[in-house]
């Protein structure tokens, strides 16, 4: 049975029921997303204070069949966020839930509503001189909440890993209007199926996220940054090995980074220092945060001798400042806005078992060539086995030229992950955007299991509709 | 519509469709649990060799209403394993799918089949000189489907998490026999919904875990151990956070042991050597696992120093060696012996916010003494809030006087840790014996959002029946 639009005559009547100004027509921020891809229908959109009032709003769209689109900061990169064809959903958005409700230090616990953005939350922690350690690039914008249901990665992950892991427990109003109230603030939990974990990362399908018991963090007491010069993406997974062996946790980021991210640099943006006299053909950007009274250098160069004498690394530059941490970040942080520069005709955002990660490389050059002449900018969270697979034309060519080669790069680069194990979405989710990718290479008893919760749970199906499950 | 009975006829046709000696009648070790609270009812046992016969064997049973009885080491404490009555289910031991399937070092990823017994996973892990954190008290007979399907504690969750947090993909049989294929070794996936994280701790009720693809980690360089003697709970949480902003991840064991535990240790197992000179109220067993070229009594002696500094250490003891060490772990693991000698009244397996563990354990004295005169032994992982909060007869009383104050006892623990925040089954789970506590203390719409699920992906509910949710 279709939904029905969130019209006027739905929009009226629900706002007679909630307190004054909790409804009003979108306006256009709410409709864009941060790629351009999409433009979201006009409508309505409900602004709530307090859970009770989520309630009141999910409670009244499953009486009238009406879908609902949770918003949080709006800059997730698959559509999740967007709806781009009626019948209209009322837009929720979380942004007048921002409190940061409490923050226990002893526990390394804060608790936070929806609506909190990302940067305040970790400015909350460290006040506590606690570590909020989930941070990426949109995290002065990005709301928990948006952040939990798209199970968000990030640049810590190795050390501290995704969304979910950061979190003990929810708040949430489930499709039928019933509030969840389940903000425990535990480490163990052992009654019953982890309706917690179903939620995080079900993208807003499920119900709507309204507060999280989040897990904190001690700050580690000291910082080390290297870019150490590799052979090749195998030994750069050899000597992630070797480092975590001698640092074990310590070792809190290990990112990729290949020439042509260099090349793409000295191209695009000439005015970002490069480290290497001589540009190596891979290197790594590992980054330490250490217990008290260990020394940073000395850490740093006992993995990089180390790496030196086990043949995995030919070259090395270590932070003598934190100035020159950040120079050594900047690399790595601008290698996007080059490759944006530049133009690329397919992006990618997979995975792949760590030690699949250097055939995947290579076969995946390989395939590619049989598809035309391309340049591969690839690079990302070596550590976490998830890279940035992108795909530009041969140099003095624009991306413009090679549109009608897009969706054959894509099938070949989606192909070759899938054969290898790998995801096709490995930290930004299915949205709407990736639901065809999702249909065709995930494994169908698992895709069946998610339907029937998705019909179970969600009967009137009204819970951002068209996003990850198709009607 | 109730179940059918897994009787001889329903065997015998089974038994033609599957290769040989797969199905026979049940031993008596299949019907006993660990602590003898019930008899299984007696009938057939199906023992498949891969997951193709599984499958077979889920089909069977979903397309004749047979209940089935996912087995596997036996030694569950809440009868989750254990069907007391009928009709009888087919009990689906998994034994003999034991194999360590592949190693991974470089990925820190070890698959093994779900009959795999938990020491043969540590021992095939630490071969290839890497850790497999989970570890407990019945490693040598619990294979991995059953912990998983707990989602089992243990000692090292301070450090690692629970099991649900070592796996990074399963293999496994759904209610309706589909395979699902989701073996990943990816430390990012976000295509769909968290099934994984569903069936870990569904205690066999929304399918059959086959395999699973487990987390490894690094081996500490090098272990320290030290038992402090602390002013109180409260000081000894104010520990743990100190050692955590001195060493993070590194504190791998954290553990709180009372007066009365040393007490019983004396009263019951005089044998065991007491540590200090005067016995301190409270004292806490730490555990560090450090990097390379840390030395562990220079980390310990900091953190005792510290401690003592800030008031909140009063005496301590640093072990001088590995038999040392030991000695101390002994002191911790031999209060249960201690315990059963004595008999308790009731146990609990009880967590909480860490914050409120100080009140908690207050508290609960004055509430009991108004149930009458008993003896309180709190000990557990105090790094997770998870107290072992056990209660005896005054001193030259039996436990068989106060069985018509057992339920009272444990109403009154439960009442107090649900009033604060915490779960009546840290890490035990619910199986069959915490059937009412779920019901009693789970939030509502959790409760009603399990039962959707369970209905959704095991519509004739064949899959362990009367295991947490009531048929």
Same mark, same amino acid.
């Given at each position: 049975m279709p939904l029905n639009p969130a019209d006027d005559a739905f929009a009226e009547a629900l706002s007679r029921a909630?307190?004054? +100004? *909790?409804?009003r027509r979108a306006e256009p921020r709410y409709l864009e997303e941060p790629r351009g891809r999409w433009q979201g229908i006009s409508g309505w959109v409900a602004l709530p204070r307090t859970v009770e009032e989520v309630s009141a709003i999910v409670r009244a769209c499953n009486d009238a069949r009406v879908g609902l689109l949770p918003y949080g900061g709006g800059t997730g990169l698959v559509g999740g966020q967007i709806a781009p064809e009626g019948p209209a959903p009322l837009i929720l958005s979380l942004e007048r839930m921002s409190a940061i409700r409490a923050i226990y230090p002893e526990e390394n616990v804060l608790v936070a509503e929806a609506g909190a953005v990302l940067a305040d939350v970790q400015a909350a922690a460290l006040e506590a001189n606690r570590l909020f350690p989930l941070s990426l690039a949109s995290e002065g914008t990005a709301r928990i909440g948006g952040l939990l249901s798209t199970n968000a990665g990030g640049v810590n992950v190795l050390r501290y890993g995704n969304a979910r892991e950061q979190v003990l427990g929810l708040e949430a109003v489930l499709p039928d209007g019933t509030?969840?109230? +389940?903000l425990k603030r535990l *480490?163990?939990?052992?009654? +019953?199926?982890d309706l917690r974990g179903l939620l995080l990362g079900a993208e807003g399908t499920l119900g709507v996220i309204t507060a999280a018991a989040l897990k904190l963090s001690p700050v580690p007491a000291a910082t080390g940054t290297a870019l150490l010069a590799v052979q090749s993406p195998a030994a750069a997974l050899s000597l992630l090995a070797l480092a975590r062996e001698q640092l074990g946790e310590m070792v809190s980021a290990f990112e990729l980074i290949g020439r042509m991210g260099f090349d793409f640099l000295a191209e695009a943006l000439p005015e970002v220092r490069q480290p290497f006299a001589e540009t190596p053909a891979w290197c790594v950007l590992v980054e330490l945060g250490l217990a008290q009274g260990m020394d940073p250098e000395a850490a740093l160069a006992a993995l990089f001798t180390a790496g030196m004498e086990a043949g995995l690394v030919n070259d090395g530059l270590l932070a003598q400042s934190e100035a020159q941490a950040q120079q050594f970040w900047e690399i790595r942080e601008r290698i996007p806005e080059a490759n944006r520069a530049i133009g690329a005709i397919a992006s990618h955002d997979v995975s792949l078992p760590l030690s699949a990660l250097p055939e995947f490389i290579e076969t995946g050059l390989a395939r590619l060539a049989q598809v035309g002449d391309f340049r591969v900018n690839c690079f990302g969270h070596l550590g976490d086995g998830n890279l940035h697979y992108n795909v530009f034309p041969p140099k003095g060519r624009k991306k413009q030229e090679y549109l009608d080669v897009r969706a054959d790069v894509q099938r070949c680069v989606h192909d070759l992950v899938n054969e290898m194990g790998g995801s096709v979405s490995a930290e930004h989710g299915i949205g709407r955007l990736k639901v065809p990718d999702l249909e065709r290479y995930s494994d169908p008893a698992k895709l069946a299991a998610m339907r029937s919760i998705k019909a179970a749970l969600d009967p009137a199906g009204i819970m951002n509709p068209g996003a990850v499950i198709r009607g």
């Open positions: 909630l307190p004054e +100004g *909790r409804l509030v969840w109230h +389940g *480490r163990k939990d052992n009654t +019953g199926y």
